[in-house]
């Protein structure tokens, strides 16, 4: 039977980067995404260059119903690997900033990951094969000021990620959570001035994603880029909590889109 992976958010930066290396090991790719002429762009890239299935869903993952839709439409696929990497960003104090952004991005961030995750892995339990990798980020192991909600959800994908981990030791299935540092994606353009962004200790998507999939592969649980990001994931634990928020308020505010 032919093996099957999603992408979600896979039109671009990282999830992009997935898709090449899924379809460079001979998997066939089905990629989600919510921007529809970039979908079709990169598919007509990709069938002259690889010769597995390239499927592409058009889907606004914060739509209530968007996992269901998915699971429906490949519920006769063998789909051996699912790796949520759909997210995005948004700076700004959280009495000021939008709210349907920010309920957006829990969907996407929380409900998307944790339900796309609960759909696909009853199969994979079954046929005792099977690997996921959820997208966390650095953002996940300290308070995030102005980037509240970003960082909130990125702990609970952490948390969640680890917990399901240990719960599936010896059913086939492995979870990895990927928690890459800062990143060269349009993430970053979004969240970040040019002006003011700190250009320290950036890895390409091609590096972070590589570096992720090997560790899904070697089914790690934990997978932080960087022996700088491996530093900075624990600094809360050398400091006052306190002194790390005030310092995690300092860098979003010498990184702010202004």
Same mark, same amino acid.
């Given at each position: 039977?032919? /093996?099957?992976? $999603?992408? =979600? %958010? ?13 379809? *460079?090991? /001979? ?10 002429? #970039? ?15 390239? $499927? ?8 209530? *119903? ?17 790796? @949520?990497? &759909? ?27 944790? #339900? ?13 094969? %099977?690997?996921?990798? @959820?997208?966390?980020?650095?953002? &996940?192991? !300290? ?11 990125? &702990? ?9 981990? *240990? ?14 540092? !800062? =990143? ?24 972070? &994603?590589?570096?992720?999939? @090997?560790?899904?592969? @070697? %089914? ?6 960087? $022996?700088?990001?491996? $530093?900075?994931? =624990? ?21 702010? *889109?202004?």
């Amino acid at each position: 039977m032919e /093996k099957f992976s $999603i992408v =979600t %958010g896979g039109a671009s930066g990282l999830g992009f980067e997935f898709v090449k290396l899924l379809l *460079n090991d /001979k998997y066939n790719v089905v990629i989600v995404d919510n921007d529809k002429k #970039e979908l079709n762009n990169i598919k007509s890239k990709l069938d002259l260059k690889f010769e597995k299935k390239i $499927i592409v869903l058009h889907k606004d993952l914060s739509n209530p *119903n968007s996992s269901k839709e998915i699971f429906k439409e490949l519920k006769n696929k063998n789909v051996e690997i699912l790796i @949520n990497n &759909a997210g995005f960003g948004l700076f700004g104090m959280f009495n000021d900033t939008d709210w349907e952004i920010e309920r957006n991005m829990i969907m996407v961030h929380v409900m998307c990951t944790t #339900e796309m995750t609960k759909l696909f892995l009853k199969n994979m339990i079954k046929k005792k094969k %099977g690997k996921i990798l @959820n997208m966390a980020s650095l953002a &996940a192991f !300290q308070p995030g000021p102005l980037m509240s909600i970003y960082y909130s959800t990125k &702990a609970f994908i952490l948390h969640f990620s680890e917990s399901i981990a *240990n719960e599936l030791k010896g059913s086939g299935v492995s979870v990895t959570v990927l928690c890459p540092g !800062q =990143t060269r994606t349009n993430f970053q353009k979004k969240v970040s001035s040019k002006e003011k962004k700190i250009n320290f200790n950036f890895s390409t998507a091609e590096e972070v &994603a590589k570096y992720g999939y @090997n560790a899904m592969m @070697n %089914g790690k649980t934990i997978a932080i880029p960087g $022996i700088i990001n491996k $530093i900075l994931s =624990t600094i809360h634990r050398f400091i006052p909590r306190s002194l790390a928020t005030k310092l995690m308020r300092k860098i979003q505010e010498k990184n702010r *889109n202004s």
